[in-house]
């Protein structure tokens, strides 16, 4: 395995750096500024979004996570990693490049799978970041760890489809430029238990689609993307709408969820390397007892404990990636679980020990380490529960010795 950059990969890095330093980390408290001088959080976009945005399209750091290079950038797992890993040091940092979730999993959905109407409906203005969109899956009253418990129903009804059911943790709903939704449903109960479920195209403006409500995360209510509960009530589309296929929602499920849940380690990994960078800022400024925190034993164990980490984890996220460049996601499947599991977790303790060595500064939002963590907590559950995952690693591992 060769994770050495690319010329084209080293000169992106480098252009995204410093788009970083000098466009994104300057304005992420003016982006929180501007949503909090609305009447209304989730009314409208902070304009200075729409301007990074515009500047990162014209800078050519746009559509980076795409594969395919008539949609993308073109850029195989291995070589996105270190650019989605920048990406992920700051919170508002991936829409700035449209290489945000759910949009990036929809958009790879509508790019495999999509019919040609389907793609010049929604992935074009997708991939222009013109419109925004959510992935309805998850539901309050199953166990959606368990993909096959799905119980919404989507039936065909003449030259239409009938969508019922309620759903949660609609990511990107609450945005008012979300114009669709891709809704997995059961439209066919007696089949074999892997294709009972299809994922079809649902405009958030049909009649029968209502938010219920906004869920924050942690008491963060990261608007104006946001998270919903939302019920589907006698929601009529075209039968054009569903995706592939009658039958074929786990298997698009499994193909989405795969590169998703690499993307989240990756922006994972920088989030940890922010944090450690704002830890060893910080303890070296800082003195307490007569001396800088740095000089602190206890201090150092965590600042090397948290390079460790970082390493260990980066290379487990590469190998998963060569692994789906090399020999394609399904064979990936044990490295992508693994990794879900580690790069959480690993996150978790390293922004831990930041915001320890903050103090009450670490659980502010005048630093970003709270969000950075609330954010991290939520991927032990979001694209499946670290249990999921290790019971997935375990059964692989037990089948070798079959």
């Known amino acids: 395995m060769d994770f050495s950059y690319t010329p084209k990969v080293r000169q992106l890095i480098r252009k995204l750096h410093l788009f970083m330093e000098e466009s994104v980390y300057p304005n992420e408290a003016l982006y929180e500024q501007q949503l909090n001088e609305q009447e209304n959080r989730w009314s409208a976009i902070p304009p200075i979004m729409e301007e990074l945005k515009n500047k990162a399209k014209e800078a050519g750091l746009w559509n980076l996570f795409l594969p395919d290079s008539d949609y993308g950038a073109g850029l195989t797992n291995v070589e996105y990693a270190p650019l989605c890993e920048i990406m992920g040091r700051s919170i508002i940092a991936p829409e700035i490049f449209n290489c945000n979730a759910p949009d990036t999993g929809n958009m790879e959905v509508l790019a495999r799978y999509g019919t040609e109407q389907q793609k010049n409906e929604w992935l074009k203005p997708l991939l222009e970041g013109e419109i925004r969109s959510c992935f309805s899956m998850t539901e309050p009253d199953v166990a959606s760890s368990d993909a096959t418990n799905i119980e919404a129903r989507i039936e065909k009804q003449g030259a239409e489809y009938v969508i019922n059911g309620r759903k949660w943790w609609s990511s990107g709903a609450g945005d008012p430029r979300c114009r669709i939704a891709i809704v997995m449903g059961k439209t066919d109960p007696d089949a074999s238990r892997h294709e009972q479920q299809s994922m079809i195209l649902v405009p958030m403006d049909t009649p029968g689609v209502k938010i219920e409500r906004m869920l924050p995360v942690f008491g963060y209510d990261h608007a104006p993307h946001g ?42 990994i920088g989030a940890a390397e922010r944090a450690l960078e704002e830890l060893c800022k910080r303890v070296q400024n800082r003195v307490a007892f007569r001396k800088p925190l740095a000089s602190q034993g206890v201090i150092r164990e965590w600042i090397a404990d948290s390079r460790i ?44 020990r930041a915001i320890q060595a903050f103090g009450a500064a670490g659980v502010s939002e005048d630093v970003p380490l709270a969000a950075l963590w609330a954010n991290a907590r939520t991927l032990r559950l979001a694209d499946g529960p670290d249990e999921v995952h290790r019971a997935q690693v375990a059964k692989l591992e037990l089948k070798k010795y079959q």
């Open 309 to 352: 980490e970082i390493e260990q984890a980066r290379l487990l996220t590469l190998k998963a990636a060569h692994m789906m460049d090399t020999a394609g996601n399904k064979a990936a499947k044990t490295e992508i679980a693994m990794i879900k599991v580690v790069a959480p977790s690993m996150a978790l303790k390293v922004i831990d």
């Open 227 to 268: 998270h919903a509960e939302i019920t589907y009530e006698n929601v009529r589309v075209p039968a054009e709408n569903i995706i592939w296929g009658d039958g074929k929602g786990f298997a698009i499920a499994q193909g989405r969820l795969g590169p998703g849940r690499i993307h989240h380690c990756m922006r994972l």
